[in-house]
């Protein structure tokens, strides 16, 4: 893992990952800090806190380049022209939207160092459902939910057929959810999963996440003993 300075920010409980590319620029927002690469154009992590208040539907979708970020260095609205027919993705978020309406900076989540072009069946499907478990157990117990996330590149993937800038599609995603008293699931699904995948099958350990994510997670505690946060999830533990 390369080694960087710790980052601490409210959206990173124990600390934000560690073992980046070196290259990554770190984007904090008012609802998510995010390492952006400047190679696959994607965001190597999301992280981001839901709360009861946060929550709101889904609203309008505008998305922009990143202002934040050089031109090189992201991808703009016209590079996602024609993928969606061309390889069945969505531009899919990695905070999402719903989890951050109730905020006045829900389109900062339609910016596109949050967006990657994830499978729409995916999208549509177990990511969204697993999305809208973070925001019942918010709500349901009245507490902030932290969620990291990212993407795989396990295998090469075509590239966007109109995008003028070298970028990498993503193969998979990882999500890591937690709770401030010390419960935790993880997630890794396949950007080609069916929409019928139950995201409780998706369900790893946290140890094949950093495996597999290349990154640290948690980098402040001295000590891991996470309670399983399945059943809250709508998962059998």
């Known amino acids: 893992m390369a080694v960087q300075s710790e980052l601490h920010t409210f959206h990173c409980l124990h600390g934000c990952p560690i073992g980046a590319a070196d290259i990554d620029d770190i984007v904090v927002r008012e609802i998510y800090t995010l390492a952006s690469n400047d190679l696959t154009k994607m965001a190597d992590w999301v992280a981001y806190r839901v709360t009861p208040s946060s929550i709101g539907p889904s609203g309008e979708r505008k998305w922009t380049a990143d202002p934040w970020l050089d031109p090189d260095e992201t991808l703009e609205p016209a590079d996602y022209d024609g993928a969606p027919k061309a390889l069945g993705i969505d531009r899919g978020h990695q905070a999402p939207l719903a989890g951050q309406s109730g905020t006045p900076f829900a389109a900062d989540t339609n ?25 019942d157990l918010a709500r349901k117990e009245n507490i902030g939910v932290y969620v990291l996330t990212g993407p795989l590149f396990e295998r090469v993937l075509p590239p966007m057929p109109n995008a003028d800038e070298r970028h990498r599609v993503p193969s998979g995603y990882w999500k890591v959810i937690a709770t401030q008293d010390g419960r935790l699931a993880a997630f890794i699904m396949d950007t080609v999963a069916p929409r019928t995948l139950d995201h409780c099958d998706a369900r790893v350990t946290l140890d094949e996440v950093e495996l597999r994510s290349r990154l640290g997670l948690f980098p402040r505690l001295t000590a891991r003993s996470f309670r399983n946060l399945s059943s809250e999830l709508g998962c059998v533990p």
Not at 112 to 120: D, E, F, V, Y
Request: overall charge neutral; charged content about 15%.
């Open 111 to 135: 910016i596109l160092s949050n967006i990657t072009p994830q499978g729409a069946a995916l999208n549509q499907g177990a990511w969204q459902r697993l999305e809208a478990r973070e925001n």
